[in-house]
């Protein structure tokens, strides 16, 4: 089993046995980055492994390769030497590991470290790309007891496929492989998959400590939210797909439920810059099915072999399945998986706002939408459908006008000349922009509006519960309704969409109160 290493990058001595105290139950072994010491400290590495308890791995880490080291080759050398000498008999009070640059050339000291037991982990780091990954596990290892470790910085999904492809190609080589940043993510979640190892974590919440690599989570959250521990070589991938991805709850949604009810499934966010190269990755890692986002609900469809009457009404997806592969005969076609879609924001929309409402339908409701985006689609078409009338307001009104002429409602743009129009519009007003997201709380998509306190609002944001629009809202007296109940709804048509079988309405309390803390 891969395991769970935590990258000790404290001042103090102290303070990074604090932290393996505080994730010792997720952990298997600790990094000491001996570069992120004070300088008072480093004289005191020697006993770090009988302190710490745990298999301990030896590293000073240089600028270039990342790390805070700035004196020259030589004292680095020295501090190496010293957290290694004296080797005790009992081999746990001793570095268990030693990480060692690949153009770091110290033949004494490897012979040594290699007496006493402890192995020696050859590392190559790029901060800038993937490089010649297959050429570089393969050629890293200078003695065949070491082990090769890669930590690469991948530009997009396109280089994470490649770092899986290595992988495959290089199967006899014992090798730790690190996917830095945010595109990273999911190697070092499946590092199982991947046959490293281990995959690095860092403390995250306290902000004086710096993380060990760039993008690196805490222990807690791969094992708790990405159940790292489950995770083997038959287990179903899934995932959410979009841009920037920063506030996705889907996660933790399936991923509790996939423990909950004991389903050997995984469920990870693909940030994509680029559709196609997610659904490149999708084929090799054999994802089964996923969520769509924002920016993709409408350029999914093209990709789709077959859509659902709901996505043929919106005009967006955000939800797609695999339907397992499909093999052409025409020789130098590739074989592709067969995707289809459906969407389930629309009835997790529906739902939510007449549940609120207590009402079966919405004849004889003035509404005026904002934004005209993938989640305006889902919900103007329901509006439509429950015989509701429609505003539609965006930024950009050129589209507000395209998708309002699909149902014959009327439209403009967010702007002064909309405020007339609006006020035959009042009853109810959704925001479906993501004005108002996490971080940015403080932004309102319609400053210019002034509620007169009797209008029902609805804003699909879900972080923050309280958007700066819905509190404006509130404050005149009208009553608000924000995204959470939607998404929940949402998320169980779309679980049952993908997976053929039936959500576990049970835990909705006790995943409602998770989200919202
Ligand atoms: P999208 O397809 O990218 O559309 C975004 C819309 O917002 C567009 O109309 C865009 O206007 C407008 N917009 C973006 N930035 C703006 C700005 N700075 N000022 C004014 N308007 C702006 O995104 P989406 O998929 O529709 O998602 C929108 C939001 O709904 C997200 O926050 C998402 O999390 C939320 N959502 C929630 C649920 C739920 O279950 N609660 C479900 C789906 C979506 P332009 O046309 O001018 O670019």
């Not at 791995?57 to 030589?74: N, P």
């Not at 033949?107 to 901060?127: C, K």
């Not at 899934?238 to 949604?253: D, E, Q």
């Not at 007339?420 to 108002?436: N, W």
């Amino acid at each position: 089993m891969s395991k769970i290493c935590l990258c000790l990058t404290a001042k103090t001595i102290s303070r990074n046995l604090e932290l393996i105290e505080k994730y010792r139950k997720y952990i298997d072994l600790a990094e000491l980055r001996v570069d992120c010491l004070h300088p008072d400290e480093i004289f005191f590495i020697r006993h770090f492994p009988r302190q710490a308890g745990i298999p301990v791995i030896l590293t000073i880490r240089r600028k270039q390769d990342g790390g805070f080291y700035l004196s020259g080759e030589g004292s680095r050398v020295a501090l190496l030497s010293r957290g290694l000498a004296f080797a005790e008999s009992d081999r746990r009070h001793n570095f268990a590991y030693v990480d060692l640059e690949e153009d770091l050339e110290v033949p004494g000291l490897e012979e040594a470290v290699r007496t006493f037991g402890t192995r020696i982990i050859r590392s190559y780091h790029n901060f800038d790309g993937i490089g010649n990954i297959t050429e570089k596990i393969k050629s890293l290892r200078k003695i065949g007891d070491e082990i090769a470790k890669i930590a690469v910085m991948p530009q997009s999904l396109k280089d994470v496929l490649v770092i899986y492809r290595a992988v495959r190609e290089t199967t006899d080589t014992e090798k730790i492989i690190v996917g830095m940043g945010t595109f990273g993510l999911n190697t070092r979640i499946l590092s199982e998959k991947l046959g490293s190892f281990l995959s690095y974590t860092s403390e995250t919440e306290d902000p004086t400590i710096p993380p060990g690599a760039p993008g690196l989570i805490s222990p807690k959250e791969l094992v708790e939210k990405y159940r790292f521990r489950d995770i083997n070589s038959a287990t179903d991938i899934y995932g959410v797909v979009g841009f920037p991805l920063n506030t996705t709850y889907s996660p933790k949604i399936y991923n509790t439920v996939f423990s909950r009810e004991k389903i050997d499934a995984v469920y990870i966010p693909f940030p994509a810059h680029d559709l196609g190269y997610f659904l490149e990755l999708a084929e090799d890692l054999n994802i089964k099915g996923a969520a769509v986002t924002i920016p993709y609900k409408e350029e999914i469809i093209h990709h789709l072999s077959n859509v659902s009457d709901s996505v043929r009404i919106a005009g967006a997806c955000n939800t797609i399945k695999a339907l397992g592969t499909l093999t052409r005969s025409l020789p130098g076609e590739t074989v592709s998986k067969v995707w289809i879609g459906t969407n389930t924001d629309t009835l997790g929309f529906t739902e939510s706002l007449l549940s609120f409402l207590d009402r079966k339908h919405l004849r004889g409701q003035k509404i005026t939408i904002i934004g005209a985006g993938g989640a305006a689609r889902a919900v103007v078409s329901e509006i439509f459908r429950l015989k509701g009338k429609c505003l539609i307001l965006n930024r950009t009104p050129v589209r507000a006008r395209e998708l309002a002429l699909n149902f014959g409602y009327a439209w403009g743009g967010l702007d002064s000349q909309a405020l007339d129009t609006i006020e035959r519009y009042s009853d109810i007003i959704i925001q479906t922009s993501p004005v108002g997201t996490f971080p940015n709380i403080n932004d309102d998509p319609f400053e210019l509006y002034n509620f007169n306190g009797h209008e029902t609002v609805m804003d699909l944001i879900y972080n923050p519960q309280q958007t700066a629009f819905l509190k404006r809202a509130m404050a005149t007296g009208c009553r608000i309704l924000n995204g959470m109940d939607m998404l929940l709804r949402q998320a169980k048509y779309q679980y049952e969409y993908i997976l053929d079988r039936d959500f576990p309405e049970h835990l909705i309390p006790a995943l409602l109160g998770s989200l919202q803390k």
